[in-house]
């Protein structure tokens, strides 16, 4: 049976933990019972305007496929990457990607264009009211859109990452006002053939049943003709790993999918989940 975990994060991301070495990594999703591990650093290509440290990409190019010859014929060990805001810096990201054999591209928004990551915004400060936030929701999901139209993106990820946030503060985002953004979305990933990324993080740092996106969303993509969903933890520390994946693969089935789909050299390939 598929078990597998394709968003988590090393030690060379910016926020990854220091325990988080890619050997040990892909031990524990062995111990797990975990039958693929994608490892996806982080990059954002504004980075540099917002203060992150960079990926080493020479460790990474070193690190990763090393732990994917180590471990072959026990664990399928990806080497992806999570590109941050690639149609800020096109330039930067184009060259990012060209420099490495990468398995699977995860296309992140974690920020509106000139703005902070959504994890830094004050959402419960009174200033941001339910006009305010319908704003800017919009605003990330036409820039969603816009990232689309990158080349080389293999899936999208935490497609509702602003929410989160947003409901953290005790706050909401009133989605049916948006069917239509997000059908345009559904149908133009079908079309460029840009999966969808179920990430489970929320359950897996059990915040609560929240994932994003959620059910009714998955229910709309499938609608939309969308079947490629890749479902990840998004661990930042080696507990993490593995974390909250049945609990997604639930979701998918009771959401009319009966596949999860795994990256490998940057092609999509479909593991049944009955
Ligand atoms: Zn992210
Ligand atoms: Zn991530």
Not at 105 to 113: P, Q
Request: with cysteine; aromatic share 10%.
């Amino acid at each position: 049976m598929v078990f597998a975990d394709s968003h988590v994060h090393s030690h060379l991301s910016f926020d990854g933990s220091p325990e988080a070495i890619p050997e040990r990594m892909c031990q524990k999703a062995l111990d797990l019972g975990l039958t693929h591990l994608c490892i996806t650093d982080h990059c954002d290509v504004n980075g540099p305007e917002l203060g992150y440290a960079p990926l080493d990409e020479a460790a990474a190019d070193r690190e990763i496929p090393a732990c994917r010859n180590a471990f072959r014929g026990r664990l399928d060990v990806g080497y992806g990457i999570e590109l941050g805001e690639a149609t800020e810096y096109p330039d930067r990201a184009r060259a990012i990607l060209s420099r490495h054999d990468y398995d699977f591209i995860l296309g992140s928004l974690h920020n509106l264009k000139g703005c902070v990551d959504f994890a830094y915004i004050k959402f419960e400060h009174p200033g941001f009211d339910a006009p305010l936030i319908e704003k800017l929701y919009e605003r990330m999901l036409l820039e969603t859109e816009a990232l689309l139209s990158f080349d080389g993106i293999s899936s999208l990820a935490h497609l509702t990452y602003m929410e989160r946030y947003v409901r953290r503060a005790g706050k909401t985002v009133p989605e049916d006002g948006y069917r239509d953004v997000l059908k345009r979305i559904f149908r133009l990933m079908t079309e460029r053939g840009i999966a969808l990324e179920l990430n489970v993080s929320p359950i897996a740092r059990g915040e609560d049943n929240y994932t994003m996106p959620d059910a009714s969303l998955l229910k709309l993509y499938r609608e939309c003709g969308g079947e490629l969903v890749t479902v990840g933890s998004d661990a930042h520390n080696p507990a993490q790993i593995g974390a909250g994946i049945r609990e997604g693969y639930r979701l998918l089935l009771e959401t009319g999918f009966s596949y999860v789909t795994v990256f490998r050299r940057r092609k999509p390939v479909l593991y049944s989940l009955r």
